[in-house]
């Protein structure tokens, strides 16, 4: 019994160690997670200075522009051409699919696939702010 009892509390030992290692883990993932969202909400805020520029007639016809600094290139995409991400919910597929079946007289996969992709494309086209992608090479980051 005595061996068990101490076994146990050897085991009980380490695993308070490793419950440690993983708190000061994810502390550290916390605070660096903090520190890119400030980061992508400073670079939000030049992306809409950029807009500004972009939204004049002299800049229409800009679609891509090149960062002499390291080589990479952001891709603009004016308001009303490119659609957000997406998900639909259970609901929402049920109703699209529903609504398919009722409007359609020789109903299959594709069609009822296309037409869900149709009708959540249209809520989903943004037409009120550009978006800016930008693509680099992997040596363009290896090099930073």
Request: charged residues 35%; neutral net charge.
């Amino acid at each position: 019994m005595f061996i068990k009892v101490n076994f146990y509390i050897k085991e009980m030992s380490e695993i308070k160690a490793l419950v440690e290692k993983y708190c000061d883990l994810d502390d550290y993932i916390r605070l660096r997670n903090k520190e890119v969202s400030e980061l992508r909400e400073q670079r939000k805020i030049l992306e809409l200075e950029i807009s500004d520029y972009m939204k004049s007639a002299e800049y229409s016809g800009v679609g891509k522009i090149r960062n002499t600094k390291d080589g990479s290139i952001i891709k603009i995409q004016r308001p009303g051409t490119w659609s957000k991400a997406w998900h639909i919910s259970k609901n929402d597929l049920k109703f699209h699919i529903e609504e398919y079946f009722k409007t359609t007289r020789s109903p299959n996969a594709e069609g009822c696939f296309q037409y869900v992709i149709d009708n959540q494309k249209n809520d989903l086209v943004d037409h009120t702010n550009f978006s800016y992608t930008r693509v680099s090479t992997d040596e363009n980051v290896e090099n930073k």
